[in-house]
């Protein structure tokens, strides 16, 4: 173990007219609110060496309103290893623990990121929902397998 970091965290946020959809019944809505958020987290972050890095937060959300598709709770995990150098294999979980929405929001990444130069990057990154439920439009659930590959160039 090289190194332990420990985080909390707090704070206020005003979220004015913010736009709310309600498609529950055949009549629906679309409305308007201002609301106040106060939130509370924490995390810590675990290195092993130069290869290994592991970290996690969470943070709970406090609305003073009824407000839909918020997340009450989000949730991070991530492990970064890196065999060599110049090459970092990364993978996160993400979570969002809905307010009001039938299932909550869980979401996985892969990547891997190889420093060609002192300035070029060149990366790939797979990431997918895990949730079947999320997004229902005409009872039809989103999907989602998004794939990403590029390249950096660091001034």
């Given at each position: 173990l090289n190194?332990?970091?420990l985080r909390a965290e707090g704070g206020y946020q005003y979220l004015q007219n913010l736009a709310q959809f309600d498609a529950s019944n055949l009549n629906a809505a679309l409305s308007y609110?201002?609301?106040?958020?106060f939130y509370a987290g924490a995390g810590m972050d675990v290195r092993y060496g130069k290869m290994l890095r592991l970290s996690a937060d969470v943070q709970y959300r406090h609305y003073?309103?009824?407000v839909n598709y918020l997340p009450a709770l989000q949730c991070n995990a991530a492990l970064d290893f890196r065999p060599i150098?110049?090459?970092s294999i990364t993978?996160?979980?993400h979570c969002d623990a809905l307010r009001t929405a039938a299932s909550d929001y869980h979401y996985f990444?892969?990547?891997i990121n190889y420093r060609l130069t002192k300035r070029w990057d060149i990366f790939a990154q797979a990431s997918k929902?895990?949730?079947p439920q999320f997004g229902f439009w005409q009872k039809e659930g989103a999907k989602a397998l998004v794939f990403h590959v590029g390249a950096s160039y660091s001034f």
């Open positions: 190194e332990l970091q609110l201002n609301a106040n958020v003073d309103k009824d150098e110049n090459l993978g996160t979980y990444a892969a990547g929902r895990l949730d």
